[in-house]
């Protein structure tokens, strides 16, 4: 089993930043991916960046130029900096683990509103 703290995320204004971090703990072995998915209301759960421990990455292509992930692999954990937000970024973020099987956080709520 993988277990993944989320912290980070809350209100902020158009135009604005915010950081998430998800640190992972438990049994972790190998190569393994984590990121960031979201889901806004009414819509289903859709990618917004993936970084494994390798170094590959994949954006969403709304994001791009827009969101940076990094990630700390002494740590486990894995960051979203989100920048120049949007209204259509508010969604509910959740932390995505992926190695011998698929695990989620608890989600953090997003929410760009002036």
């Known amino acids: 089993q993988v277990q993944l703290v989320e912290s980070g995320g809350g209100l902020v204004q158009p135009g604005g930043s915010l950081r998430l971090s998800c640190a992972a703990s438990?049994?972790?072995?190998?190569?393994?991916?984590m990121g960031w998915y979201r889901q806004a209301p009414g819509k289903e759960r859709e990618l917004v960046a993936t970084?494994?421990?390798?170094?590959?990455?994949n954006y969403a292509d709304s994001v791009k130029g827009r969101f940076a992930i990094s990630r700390d692999n002494a740590k486990n954990t894995v960051y979203l900096q989100m920048n120049s937000l949007k209204p259509e970024d508010t969604a509910v973020y959740y932390c995505y683990y992926s190695e011998k099987g698929i695990y989620w956080g608890q989600g953090t709520q997003v929410t760009v509103s002036s």
């Open positions: 438990g049994r972790i072995f190998g190569i393994n991916v």
């Open positions: 970084l494994s421990n390798v170094g590959s990455t």
